[in-house]
Structure formats: C-alpha cells, structure tokens
Nanobody, 130 residues
C-alpha cells in the first residue's frame, strides 16, 4: 500500500510558476513509477509527467508541458516534485500524484503513461491560472 500527499497548488497569473510536492509513503523494497496527472472539470485524467524508479530517474512528459514543467524525485525525502513554469489558463486543473507499477525491460523501468495503470493516488491539489 502507498500513501501520497500532494501540496503546493494555488492561484497564479498566466506566465507564473508553481511547484507541487508529493510525499510518498512506500514500503521498503517496493518499487513504483511516480507520475503527475491532472484533471479538468468534464475531462479525463491525463498524464503530465512521469519518472521511473531507476537511479537516474527516466522522465517523460506530455507534449503540452515539455519545456515548461520539470518532474524530479528526491528519494531520501520520498518526495516527487513538479516545477511548473510559464503557466497558461489551459493548465488549470486538479493535479494528482500517482504511483504505479512499471515494466522492467533491459534493466530499465518503463513507466505507464495512462492514469488507469496507476494504483495509488493522492487527494489532489488545485492549480488555477488566470
């Protein structure tokens, strides 16, 4: 079982920045891909960024956030971050931190990109850009 607690959401003007944090409680020895997803009213939950549990942390981003958002993982703090820059109103959504099983291939973890593949979720944090 994994517990995830997000923080850092808020209201900003277009062009501004926010940094989201997700503190994960994971049993020792368990390995998960971590991801940030978002869901706007009336829309499905969509991937924003994922990071693998590999030592280097392989990162993957949705096309719409590449170059603006950065995911990172500080393992000794069990915390995953999402730095969001150059925010636009289209980024307005509830942001969720998720943990899911990856697939080990050729010594590297391949992380799923779809929300249903993630088994554990935080409570969500609202980001509003005006």
């Amino acid at each position: 079982h994994v517990q995830l607690v997000e923080s850092g959401g808020g209201s900003v003007q277009a062009g501004g920045s926010l940094k989201l944090s997700c503190v994960a409680s994971v049993h020792p020895g368990q390995t998960y891909c971590m991801g940030w997803f978002r869901q706007a009213p009336g829309k499905e939950r969509e991937r924003v960024a994922t990071i693998s549990p590999d030592a280097g942390g392989v990162k993957s981003y949705a096309d719409g956030v590449k170059g603006r958002f950065t995911i990172s993982h500080v393992k000794d703090k069990n915390t995953v971050y999402l730095q969001m820059n150059s925010l636009t109103p289209e980024d307005t959504a509830t942001y969720y931190c998720g943990a899911g099983r990856g697939t080990l291939y050729a010594g590297l973890w391949i992380c799923p990109t779809s929300a249903p593949a993630y088994n554990f979720w935080g409570q969500g944090t609202q980001v509003t850009v005006s």
